[in-house]
């Protein structure tokens, strides 16, 4: 006899709830995202000039953003392409999926929209705000999730694992707003790498690790066989289990 397992999927399956495993993945790649773009902005720079012969001066751009004017442009735009499909891909409960397609969105929009250049025109210039505004929505959306979802107070977490998120969130938003310090005041201008491009590395670091810690914790709940409430999340929401071959007899 074979039993049909379409017929014994779960409401929370044919809704589309994603399975631990596919949640864990896209942790995974968001967060490595977050932790390899800072440095292969200025090492792409610096490796693309002394391929071609020329200087290696200046190889740091002054912000993330601005790469889309240096040799790692499509390394800038490519990793912000990929960013807004893992999220808008991710789906975990109700809340973290808005939190998390909105996040693309910004991230696709930040990708998009390319900073204002030097001498740019109006045309130009409007288009850097919204560059501004998506690429401040998608770190506040991303210390969102640090703070509120992967910190889930209703959980059986431990307190050390919740800190942990909580100082990521809180650096991501304190890297916020020095960012925007020091693009107001001019702090640093003169420097060979400027505060803004730390701030970003700073506030990118902290969404990449907290999103792997997410990743490595879900893995640890897989393994364990821990109970679901170890593992953050909103009442009412589902993570599935892969289902399993069916036997057949």
Do not use: K
């Not at 993945?25 to 020329?54: C, K, M, Q, S």
């Not at 490595?216 to 821990?226: D, F, I, M, N, W």
């Not at 593992?231 to 069916?246: H, W, Y």
């Amino acid at each position: 006899m074979t039993h049909d397992s379409r017929a014994q999927d779960s409401p929370d399956t044919r809704r589309g709830v994603q399975d631990q495993r596919t949640v864990m993945f896209l942790r995974l790649g968001v967060g490595l995202i977050g932790i390899l773009l800072p440095p292969a902005l200025p090492f792409g720079n610096w490796l693309a000039a002394e391929v071609t012969g020329r200087s290696t001066e200046g190889f740091w751009p002054g912000s993330m953003s601005a790469s889309y004017y240096t040799d790692t442009r499509n390394v800038f735009v490519g990793t912000l392409c990929a960013l807004g499909v893992f999220l808008i891909c991710y789906r975990f409960d109700r809340r973290d999926d808005r939190w998390s397609t909105a996040a693309g969105v910004f991230a696709v929009g930040v990708a998009l929209c390319p900073t204002s250049p030097d001498g740019a025109s109006d045309v130009q210039r409007t288009i850097g705000v919204f560059h501004l505004v998506f690429a401040s929505l998608l770190f506040v959306m991303l210390a969102m999730f640090c703070l509120y979802s992967f910190r889930n107070p209703r959980s059986t977490q431990p307190a050390r694992v919740g800190t942990a998120y909580l100082a990521a969130g809180v650096l991501i938003l304190v890297a916020l707003l020095l960012s925007v310090v020091a693009g107001v005041t001019g702090i640093g201008d003169d420097w060979s790498v400027q505060p803004l491009f730390l701030c970003e590395w700073l506030a990118t670091w902290s969404f990449g690790a907290a999103w792997i810690g997410a990743a490595l914790e879900l893995a640890a709940h897989r393994r364990g066989g821990s109970e679901t409430a170890a593992v953050p999340r909103q009442p009412g929401g589902a993570l599935v289990e892969p289902r399993q071959p069916e036997a057949q007899s």
